[in-house]
């Protein structure tokens, strides 16, 4: 029987993270979408204004007996930089920011080790936003599974293919065979 649990992480474009998450062994879907805003079924153009609150994120189903969470934690901030407050890249406003929503306490209070144990690797003080899950709205159909379809696009090819590769080399252990 699988130990099936659901994580919520933002690192600047939904995209980015959910290439790098997917090719995790253990990881079982990654949904692209909307979460910590007041908009209700917000769509991608509205987010795009920062108005309504809503970072973009990807909320992973993951069998933590195959990859736990503080490992997908650890995956996650270091595939992003969780330093910039609502910035990543060129990618700037509150949509972009680094956040973990959390599900449960559980999920709260190791989120919290982990920042405070990859702190000091950092150059600056992390800035990522740790709050409780409210509403998750599912992306467009177009942002599902980006750059699996896409990743001869320029942007793919210029920001999201070399994070992949870094990754690669980093956590080769815990990449799905196909990966």
């Given at each position: 029987m699988k130990n099936i649990q659901i994580a919520t992480f933002g690192g600047g474009c939904f995209w980015c993270v959910e290439a790098v998450i997917q090719r995790l062994k253990g990881v079982e879907k990654v949904v692209s979408g909307y979460t910590g805003g007041i908009t209700k079924n917000p769509t991608y153009r509205e987010i795009c204004n920062g108005n309504t609150g809503h970072a973009e994120v990807i909320q992973v189903t993951f069998d933590a007996d195959i990859i736990t969470y503080d490992e997908l934690l650890?995956?996650?901030?270091?595939?992003?930089?969780?330093?910039?407050?609502?910035?990543?890249?060129?990618?700037?406003?509150?949509?972009?920011?680094?956040v973990i929503y959390y599900h449960n306490a559980d999920q709260k209070a190791v989120a919290e080790e982990v920042i405070e144990i990859i702190?000091?690797?950092?150059?600056?003080?992390?800035?990522?936003?740790?709050?409780?899950?409210?509403?998750?709205?599912?992306?467009?159909?177009?942002?599902?599974?980006?750059?699996?379809?896409?990743?001869?696009?320029?942007?793919?090819?210029?920001?999201?293919?070399?994070?992949?590769?870094?990754?690669?080399?980093?956590?080769?252990?815990?990449?799905?065979?196909?990966?």
């Open positions: 650890a995956i996650f901030m270091t595939s992003h930089d969780p330093t910039t407050l609502n910035r990543q890249g060129a990618d700037y406003g509150t949509q972009y920011r680094s702190n000091p690797s950092f150059d600056n003080k992390i800035v990522t936003e740790l709050s409780p899950l409210n509403v998750f709205y599912p992306a467009e159909g177009y942002h599902q599974n980006y750059y699996n379809q896409n990743n001869s696009a320029r942007y793919c090819n210029a920001v999201i293919t070399p994070k992949v590769k870094k990754k690669k080399k980093m956590y080769a252990d815990k990449l799905k065979e196909n990966a």
